[in-house]
């Protein structure tokens, strides 16, 4: 049987039931029986039909070569499982096509007689590549099935992404590689990287090589020291870009400097005692000297400068949240005005939308009681990570050791999962933060991040309106073995079934 493919599909009910949880299920077909196809994000529109396509051990690839990343992901999955690529294997089509319904990320993906991956862009047939790579086992087997499917899928917010806190506790690079790769399988497309604070400076700057001298050598009590080079951070972009993921560096400004001052004391004010090195975990009390200005603006111009040389994101993060200073609003006007001047977006945490910036200047939700109509009606954009449902440095648990400030209850899978993005209308997407004052160990990462990442990622790309809390959790439970695959040491979720699991924290 060839599934006939057609733009605009809607999820029948048969979809429902395998992607979304629906209740009735269509009579069993009198052939082999389709497997399952539990997709995290949930696609928009999925058609199913009876019987699967096999694949036993090669598929015959046809690439026009115009979408390197898909490619490589492709290569990657086939090479994996023990797929050869044979002129006489199971057709395999990755095809770009001109259609502005899939906008910078949409995809189809069909499975009939043959695989047809389809895309405006490479990074569309990115995305559905992963969509295939969840839709095959973890692991290599003797031959594959494929249920017989049509998808069309597109995001429903360009930002999906992780704040990542560095500065307290460092992460080594290759960490970082493995949880780029994470990301991908599920689509998220921002890493943003909180590279300074009081505890901590991990960029090298050349023109202050005491920033990572001093700052980089200290931490949170119980953290990780370190710092990344120029050639490290560069390799992390291309690794990223590779993957369809941006890093977006962050230079916290002009609060949570200690480690900055430390590392160069004309930047505090002359009255400031408190010069050293520092691990605790209090928040609010630094912050650089702004009446002396013809010390600090030039530093910050250097340092964003040679950030703005490493990272060719869009957007610069600027920090400048937690602090109270009467020329607190003029540094965030004149630091953002500076991004601009490089050709980037300035990015501030929401207490800077009191500054006079552009409205391009993209705003960060992290209170969740934050006022923030007034930075709306400049024309500012935001990006939602209000802490309550997103800040996963909290427990998977109430009780569970760790951050608890924003919500005592801790932030559980269902509660990440509940956060609506929908009433803010001018959002650009959702970022989940990770923050690291307790969080001091690659498999302590783990455990914060998966499986509550994943659930972030359904809000972040999957319509409000189709998603539901009892779907994901089936899809979710059985992508298990993806995250075994790729070495995750996630979080043993009750909800799942995962209780089996050791308890990393």
């Known amino acids: 049987m060839r599934l006939q493919f057609r733009p605009g599909i809607v999820l029948s009910c048969m979809a429902l039931a395998v992607l979304a949880g629906c209740a009735h299920r269509r009579p069993a077909v009198a052939m082999e029986p389709t497997p399952v196809a539990h997709i995290v994000p949930l696609p928009g529109a999925l058609q199913a039909a009876p019987g699967v396509l096999r694949i036993s051990s090669a598929v015959a690839v046809e690439d026009a070569g115009a979408a390197p990343m898909a490619r490589r992901a492709l290569d990657e999955l086939l090479a994996a499982l023990h797929i050869a690529s044979a002129d006489a294997g199971t057709p ?59 998808i069309t899928d597109v995001p429903a917010y360009r930002w999906r992404g992780l704040s990542l806190d560095v500065a307290r506790s460092f992460l080594p690079v290759d960490y970082l590689e493995r949880h780029i790769d994470r990301m991908a399988l599920f689509k998220l497309n ?29 931490a ?35 609060g949570h400097v200690q480690a900055a001052l430390a590392s160069y004391n004309a930047l505090a004010c002359d009255d400031v005692a408190n010069r050293g090195t520092y691990a605790g975990v209090e928040v609010g009390f630094s912050v650089l000297c702004l009446d002396k200005p013809e010390v600090v603006y030039p530093f910050v111009r250097d ?55 552009k409205p391009t200047a993209l705003v960060q939700l992290w209170n969740d009681g934050y006022a923030i109509e007034a930075a709306v009606a400049r024309g500012h954009r935001l990006i939602l990570s209000p802490c309550s449902y997103l800040y996963i440095d909290h427990g998977n648990r109430a009780g569970q050791p760790g951050a608890d400030w924003c919500r005592a209850e801790g932030v559980p899978l269902a509660r990440v999962y509940a956060f609506d993005p929908t009433p803010y209308r001018t959002a650009v997407g959702v970022e989940a933060a990770l923050w690291s004052e307790f969080v001091h160990t690659d498999a302590a990462a783990d455990a914060r991040l998966w499986p509550r990442l994943a659930a972030v990622a359904e809000v972040a790309w999957s319509p409000a309106t189709q998603r539901g809390y009892p779907g994901f959790v089936r899809r979710m439970a059985e992508l298990r073995a993806h995250l075994d695959a790729l070495g995750v040491h996630y979080y043993p979720e009750p909800d799942l079934g995962w209780g089996d699991a050791a308890d990393t924290r």
């Open 190 to 218: 921002r890493l943003h990287l909180h590279l300074t604070d009081d505890q901590g400076w991990r960029i090298e700057i050349k023109r202050y090589p005491r920033l990572v001298e001093i700052g980089g050598a200290s």
């Open 303 to 357: 340092v964003l400068e040679e950030v703005a040389a490493i990272f060719p994101s869009n957007e610069i993060h600027i920090g400048g949240d937690e602090i109270r200073h009467p020329l607190y609003a003029d540094f965030v006007a004149r630091t953002a005005a500076m991004v601009d001047a490089m050709g980037r977006t300035p990015v501030v945490w929401e207490e800077g939308s009191v500054a006079a910036m």
């Open 92 to 150: 395999l089509r990755l095809q770009r096509v001109d259609d502005p319904a899939l906008g910078e990320e949409g995809y189809r993906l069909l499975v009939d007689d043959a695989i047809h991956l389809s895309a405006r862009t490479d990074a569309g047939l990115l995305h559905a590549v992963q969509t295939l790579r969840q839709l095959l086992p973890a692991r290599a087997g003797t031959d594959y099935r494929l249920p017989r499917l049509a």
């Open 220 to 254: 949170v009590q119980g953290g990780r020291a370190g710092y990344y080079t120029q050639a490290q951070l560069r390799h992390l972009v291309a690794y990223a870009q590779a993957r369809g993921v941006t890093l977006v560096p962050e230079i916290d400004m002009p």
